[in-house]
């Protein structure tokens, strides 16, 4: 029998309907059985049941883990749109042994994932996808654009193009706990909020250079599908392998998701489509629930 997949999100009650898609949709689509690790906090009993009926009828097998206050303790919430539970990805080694695709609450999986689990890392510690925003201002203005300078200041003497969105990352969990001292360092929370962007620009700065980059379409941005493919055939730097931008998990980022009320730019943006789609896979999880 072929291994499981082990995936990892983190929730709170307040994105729980939302990381109940992302695990309806992983496990409906995924070719081998899927063992969903689910950091929670201030779930309800109620909560914890839903979740519970949901891998039960996807035929995937369930570890809870407590995202405490003790485990927050240091972390400062820099970005109302940032929630602390994001810290939840910096434990992952400490609670997980192999390999993890770890996923953000505000993703829609659209493809099988079991290739992505699978993926040779090349000795890489984690697979990550290259943050799309970047590359397109290193595109469109160098890297010495003023919007870049936060991140040019995250990566030190890696490039900024090797800056990456931690939405979708493929964690050897073992691979981490072998290097001295990471695993703890990645749980320094009061470091990590030091950040403007938190745990990413902190996963940046410790992983810079221990990392296997995936094709775009692993952590494709929602919208202007067109203009994403368009603007990665002008970025001739791009290394071939990465370039196939073809949505396999879709990330809903900005203030904007497609479960609020759609919004006149949302749609100018080529985001209508998608947030229809997305309403629809979501009533379908849901429901059953």
Not at 214 to 232: D, E, K, S, T
Not at 250 to 276: D, M, N
Request: proline share 4%; hydrophobic share 45%; net charge neutral.
């Amino acid at each position: 029998m072929a291994e499981a997949v082990q995936i990892a999100l983190a929730s709170d009650r307040n994105m729980l309907d939302a990381a109940l898609v992302v695990i309806g949709t992983a496990a409906r689509q995924c070719s081998v059985p899927v063992t969903v690790h689910f950091m929670g906090r201030d779930l309800s009993e109620a909560d914890r049941a839903r979740l519970a009926r949901l891998c039960e009828l996807e035929g995937a097998a369930l570890v809870q883990h407590e995202l405490s206050e003790a485990m927050l303790a240091g972390a400062v919430q820099r970005n109302a749109a940032i929630s602390l539970v994001a810290m939840a990805r910096l434990f992952l080694p400490g609670l997980v042994s192999g390999r993890v695709v770890y996923l953000d609450c505000d993703v829609r999986v659209a493809a099988d994932i079991a290739p992505l689990f699978t993926r040779p890392l090349d000795g890489a510690l984690m697979g990550v996808v290259r943050d799309f925003l970047v590359l397109d201002r290193v595109r469109q203005q160098g890297t010495d654009s003023a919007r870049l300078r936060g991140h040019v200041s995250v990566m030190g003497d890696a490039p900024v193009v090797e800056y990456f969105n931690s939405g979708v990352l493929l964690m050897d969990c073992d691979a981490i706990n072998a290097e001295p001292g990471l695993a703890e360092a990645m749980t320094d929370l009061a470091q990590a909020s030091e950040y403007p962007l938190s745990d990413q620009d902190y996963l940046n700065l410790l992983f810079a250079g221990r990392t296997h980059f995936l094709p775009l379409g692993w952590n494709a941005i929602w919208g202007r599908n067109a203009y994403h493919a368009r603007a990665v055939r002008q970025m001739d730097w791009l290394p071939e392998a990465e370039r196939d931008t073809r949505a396999r998990i879709i990330h809903y980022t900005g203030p904007k998701k497609p479960w609020k009320p759609a919004t006149l730019s949302a749609v100018l943006r080529g985001r209508g489509p998608e947030t229809l789609r997305y309403r629809r896979v979501a009533a379908k999880v849901l429901s059953r629930l």
